[in-house]
């Protein structure tokens, strides 16, 4: 649901509903090989991080074979004063974050800068680069919560 806006928002293109998956659904490994996604984003409502796919240690999946995998673009999505996948007030970041990733020539900008400056300008909020990193790299607890 809200994944599909985000792509559809950033110009991405969403494998699994041309697929003729809507909606949240699981899915088998088979379908993820028929997809074979470009680019992957996991959702903060799941304790998986990108290193897990990256180094083919889920259990019972593998991964290697997916293209997204292979050349190295499995992504967190960030967490800032909320989760960034679903709507939030840091919504705009989510965008400016995900059309960087999926089109990094486009979007050169240092998206680093750009989460200081907005938490500076609309939560009157001084981030330290601790912070940032901890917003662009959530931890698997999270999901948790």
Known sequence: ?????????TGGIDVAAEAG????????????YAMNPD???ITNFTETKPIDLLNNTVK?????????????KVYKM??????WYPPSGDGPL??????????PE??????EEEIKDYYNRYYDYDLTDKEVHDILNPSSEAAKY
Do not use: C
């Not at 998956?21 to 993820?32: P, R, S, T, Y």
């Not at 989510?94 to 089109?103: E, G, H, R, S």
């Open 106 to 111: 486009l979007f050169t900008y240092n998206m």
């Open 39 to 41: 680019i992957i984003f």
């Open 1 to 9: 649901m809200h994944g599909n806006r985000w792509l559809a928002a």
């Open 78 to 83: 960030p967490l800032g004063v909320y989760r």
């Open 94 to 103: 989510m965008l400016k974050w995900m059309a960087q990733k999926l089109y």
């Open 60 to 72: 019972g999946q593998d991964w290697s074979q997916v293209k997204a995998v292979q050349d190295g």
């Open 21 to 32: 998956i809507e909606g949240i659904k699981a899915i088998n490994m088979e379908q993820v």
